[in-house]
């Protein structure tokens, strides 16, 4: 939406927005934690979640803890001007991916429509850069 008010400020909206993302996840899943709406997969070690349906992985804790240091990461490489959103967005997605394996659907499925989600926005985010990359190279050819 901002994008279209002021076009001139695009790629820094844009840019702005990703690097908000794994804070704004974290958040919501502290938010998560103390509901008790996502349900890790069945484990009886450290930081267990007690609930109706016995000990569960606390998947909350740890999808804040690493969304929490990624937003930490994203932020350095920020001010460093080495961030680049497509990457970033894609690295979010897989951590998603693969801490999504730790989720109690996992127990009934393969693979959920969370992480197929996920797969598609990493092969669109990947088509993009690329594309990115070699229009970058033609204008600094000429």
Known sequence: ???RITPKYKEVFFESFVV???LMYGVAKIGCAFAGCCEGLPYNG???VHTDKGNLFPIQKLESA????????????YFKKRFN?????SIYA???IALDFLRYAH?????????????????????LNRRQAKTIKLYSDE
């Not at 690493?66 to 490489?77: K, M, P, T, Y």
């Open 85 to 89: 959103p497509l990457v970033a967005s």
């Open 1 to 3: 939406m901002f994008t």
């Open 66 to 77: 690493v969304f929490l240091l990624l937003f930490a990461f994203s932020i350095v490489l």
């Open 20 to 22: 908000a993302l794994p």
């Open 46 to 48: 450290f930081m267990r």
């Open 94 to 96: 897989i951590a998603k």
């Open 107 to 127: 127990l009934y499925h393969v693979i959920t429509a969370t992480q197929v989600m996920c797969v598609v926005i990493v092969v669109l985010f990947i088509f």
